[in-house]
């Protein structure tokens, strides 16, 4: 299975994958404090998320999380794709309904607008 690698400052963090896995990705977010001005950048925070959305079953679908951390300036971060049987457990799963009837549904929708909206012009 493809999984992504993540290493800090050249130690191996985490093997992220899974079987059933339908999205993977790694987020590195930099935010700033509400109040921050050009000469105090206190409160600045690295955060590094990996994480998944996986099958459960027809109707949900699991979040899955391996790595939620923060990072410091300067931090080496090396995220390499591979090939592997198995990866780490994840470090936090939540169950969530299934959105793709929302999705379906909100594609048919959009393709009845368009239909209704253009008919007239072009069937004849």
Same mark, same amino acid.
């Given at each position: 299975?493809?999984?992504?690698?993540?290493?800090?400052?050249?130690?191996?963090?985490?093997?992220?994958?899974?079987?059933?896995?339908?999205?993977?990705?790694?987020?590195?977010?930099?935010?700033?404090?509400?109040?921050?001005?050009?000469?105090?950048?206190?409160? +600045?925070?690295?955060?590094?998320?990996?994480?998944?959305?996986?099958?459960?079953?027809?109707?949900?679908?699991?979040?899955?999380?391996?790595?939620?951390?923060?990072?410091?300036?300067?931090?080496?971060?090396?995220?390499? +794709?591979?090939?592997?049987?198995?990866?780490?457990?994840?470090?936090?799963?939540?169950?969530?309904?299934?959105?793709?009837?929302?999705?379906?549904?909100?594609?048919?929708?959009?393709?009845?607008?368009?239909?209704?909206?253009?008919?007239?012009?072009?069937?004849?």
């Amino acid at each position: 299975m493809k999984a992504f690698e993540i290493s800090l400052n050249g130690e191996r963090k985490a093997i992220c994958g899974a079987k059933n896995i339908k999205q993977l990705a790694t987020m590195l977010t930099l935010s700033w404090p509400e109040k921050r001005t050009e000469n105090n950048e206190d409160g +600045i925070e690295f955060i590094l998320d990996v994480q998944g959305l996986s099958v459960a079953t027809k109707d949900e679908e699991e979040v899955v999380k391996w790595v939620r951390t923060k990072l410091n300036l300067g931090t080496e971060l090396t995220v390499r +794709i591979i090939d592997v049987d198995e990866a780490d457990l994840p470090i936090d799963k939540q169950t969530i309904k299934s959105r793709r009837e929302e999705f379906e549904r909100h594609q048919f929708e959009t393709a009845k607008d368009t239909y209704l909206r253009y008919r007239d012009k072009y069937e004849k």
